[in-house]
């Protein structure tokens, strides 16, 4: 499985994924724009309004029958913040025509849907629809609302907003409801011609697939001819500062279980020292056999739920707890000595081959889903690192233990982040 780049215009390609493990090609469209506080509630709003309707689908109703007329097409858009970039996402899945009972061309009929729905929404009086505005409005009101429905995620987004604070990372990827009211049909869609023509657009096409005729039936695609080239170059994600002394940010909140964040800070200077922070992270608090685990959770009985995440667009772990709210201190004491003991090599060969283990095992699993694949080759057109999956494996492999001790040693804790509820354990 290669991933072939076609630029098509300068800021937009065509990105085609041949593989013969399924029976479905999906197609994909992002429009990828800089993350900012003006426009992140505009760009989620509008996402969800243009699944509503196009010129050629111009109701729910109308798209649902044409999905399955082509034998039980789907299609589904959304939001993700991506390092400082916003991405508009649109997927639509279908199955290969090689599989179908008759001779039809499914894919160009999916390139053209996927474009009309992308390029060519519903317009009336110089605006998108009305009712489409207003239901979505309150659609997306109901989403920014409810986050704090889901306290660990909820905990999370408030230790990267605390820790990003002013910056664009820091952003909420729905956006704010205080900024949805003013919004008019006419405001956003003028907002929405704006996007289509500054934003960098990249086509996945993932499936048995001849590359010289998806490369063919994309030119010819009307939507994607009248579209200007771009500047799109790669965005540099803003660091966030060092702290010599950790912040602590302590909330309170109607919660059963405290919800514990901590934020670190990676100082890596090369692409390659990168993986070293993937490995790094996975011996830390990569699943059950890692140090926070075994230590914080089956050692000590301290946490409900004890893991990490390596973010690498940010260079950024974070490390996520479920605990009582008096084990507060105690977890944070056990966690900083997990911290010392990796900066001192304190951790067996068994675990540093067995994240390694973890590692290769999540890179084989890459080529299993259609979607895994095309966010794997979007994340690296965004990084503009582009690394093959044997070439991943090799560096992972190579990885030495002095070289995790050595990252180890560049990681400081930025932020602590704690959600509590004062009424269900007494004092933090």
Do not use: W
């Amino acid at each position: 499985m290669e991933c072939q780049k076609i630029q098509l215009k300068e800021g937009i390609n065509l990105h085609v994924i041949p593989t013969n493990k399924f029976k479905t090609n999906l197609l994909s469209i992002f429009l990828t724009l800089p993350l900012n506080k003006e426009n992140v509630t505009k760009e989620a709003l509008i996402s969800a309004i243009l699944r509503r309707g196009s010129t050629n689908y111009p109701t729910a109703k109308d798209l649902s029958i044409a999905l399955e007329n082509m034998y039980g097409a789907s299609f589904d858009c959304g939001i993700e913040k991506m390092g400082d970039t916003h991405v508009l996402k649109f997927y639509l899945e279908t199955i290969n025509e090689e599989f179908l009972p008759n001779s039809q061309d499914m894919l160009k009929m999916a390139i053209d849907m996927l474009c009309d729905i992308v390029f060519s929404p519903l317009v009336e009086n110089g605006g998108f629809k009305n009712e489409y505005v207003t239901m979505e409005k309150e659609n997306l009101k109901q989403i920014i609302e409810g986050k704090i429905d889901n306290k660990g995620r909820y905990a999370l987004d408030r230790c990267i907003e605390e820790m990003y604070k002013n910056k664009p990372y820091g952003l909420y990827k729905y956006g704010y409801v205080e900024d949805l009211e003013n919004m008019t049909a006419q405001d956003l869609y003028k907002a929405y011609l704006q996007i289509i023509e500054t934003a960098k657009i990249d086509m996945f096409i993932s499936g048995k697939l001849d590359a010289t005729k998806v490369q063919q039936e994309v030119q010819n695609q009307q939507h994607l001819q009248v579209q200007k080239a771009r500047t799109a170059n790669v965005i540099q994600n803003e660091a966030v500062e060092m702290r010599d002394t950790p912040q602590e940010m302590i909330e309170e909140m109607e919660i059963m279980q405290g919800k514990l964040v901590i934020g670190l800070t990676v100082e890596t200077n090369t692409p390659e020292e990168k993986y070293v922070a993937l490995l790094y992270n996975t011996i830390l608090g990569g699943g059950a056999n890692s140090k926070l685990f075994q230590n914080v959770r089956e050692k000590a009985s301290l946490a409900y739920t004890a893991g990490s995440n390596y973010l690498r667009q940010k260079n950024n772990i974070f490390i996520r707890l479920g605990i009582e709210i008096k084990n507060y201190q105690k977890a944070q004491d056990i966690i900083k000595k997990q911290l010392e003991d990796m900066k001192n090599g304190v951790f067996s060969n068994e675990d540093f081959e067995n994240a390694k283990t973890s590692i290769l095992a999540t890179i084989d699993f890459i080529p299993d889903e259609q979607d895994t694949q095309i966010s794997y080759y979007f994340g690296q057109e965004l990084s503009n690192e582009f690394v093959n999956l044997e070439e991943y494996k090799k560096k992972i492999q190579e990885i030495t233990k002095e070289q995790v001790v050595e990252i180890a040693n560049k990681i400081n804790i930025h932020t602590i982040y704690f959600l509590k509820d004062l009424t269900k354990g007494g004092e933090a």
